[in-house]
T-cell receptor, first 110, second 113 residues
Framework: GQQLNQSPQSMFIQEGEDVSMNCTSSSIFNTWLWYKQDPGEGPVLLIALYKAGELTSNGRLTAQFGITRKDSFLNISASIPSDVGIYFCAGQIYGQNFVFGPGTRLSVLP | EAQVTQNPRYLITVTGKKLTVTCSQNMNHEYMSWYRQDPGLGLRQIYYSMNVEVTDKGDVPEGYKVSRKEKRNFPLILESPSPNQTSLYFC????????????FGPGTRLTVT
């Protein structure tokens, strides 16, 4: 099946730094979801986006639904050690199944 | 608490021994799905169900069966497990078919020897 592209694949940052990652597709989506997954655990939904241009925050996390509807961005401000994990995006067209990105692995150095 | 539950969380079995992984959601969601996650391959959909008694194949259905007799439950059945089915499995649910936020269960780590 189709997969989304995520970048970067991995990143190492210092505690306190801001983080940006993105997700792109060749297809238009109606919904973008962002998840965080800890090793061996289930993905936890962070933010859901339903409208092109939409900007939504959840604490230190902010995500945007790209204007072209082919991309989405996730920013984490003032990173902390518990932000460590894999972040991945999912896109959906109405009536169809979700398509997932391969994930961005985030490491936070103290 | 609204959640998706899976059991067991960990399972080690031998080739050919039938097994079932249960999945249940308490959110009255219409849509449920099973995924497997393997290193380098990401999440791949095995089967999904749009409502009771309605199931369909995902991207990697070979070697798996599902049933949806009740809205809340969506078990995954491996009739004759093989080592290539060793993986991390996730059940997920969405309020409405084709739209809405998808919530995942905690995962089942399956090892087939």
């Amino acid at each position: 099946g189709q997969q989304l592209n995520q970048s970067p694949q991995s990143m190492f940052i210092q505690e306190g730094e801001d983080v940006s990652m993105n997700c792109t597709s060749s297809s238009i989506f109606n919904t973008w979801l962002w998840y965080k997954q800890d090793p061996g655990e289930g993905p936890v939904l962070l933010i859901a986006l339903y409208k092109a241009g939409e900007l939504t925050s959840n604490g230190r996390l902010t995500a945007q639904f790209g204007i072209t509807r082919k991309d989405s961005f996730l920013n984490i401000s003032a990173s902390i050690p518990s932000d460590v994990g894999i972040y991945f995006c999912a896109g959906q067209i109405y009536g169809q199944n979700f398509v997932f990105g391969p994930g961005t692995r985030l490491s936070v150095l103290p | 608490e609204a959640q998706v539950t899976q059991n067991p969380r960990y399972l080690i079995t031998v080739t050919g021994k039938k097994l079932t992984v249960t999945c249940s959601q308490n959110m009255n969601h219409e849509y449920m799905s099973w995924y497997r996650q393997d290193p380098g391959l990401g999440l791949r959909q095995i089967y999904y169900s749009m409502n009771v008694e309605v199931t369909d194949k995902g991207d990697v259905p070979e070697g798996y069966k599902v049933s949806r007799k009740e809205k809340r439950n969506f078990p995954l059945i491996l009739e004759s497990p093989s080592p290539n089915q060793t993986s991390l499995y996730f059940c997920a649910s969405t309020p409405w078919t084709g739209f809405g936020e998808q919530y995942f269960g905690p995962g089942t780590r399956l090892t087939v020897t």
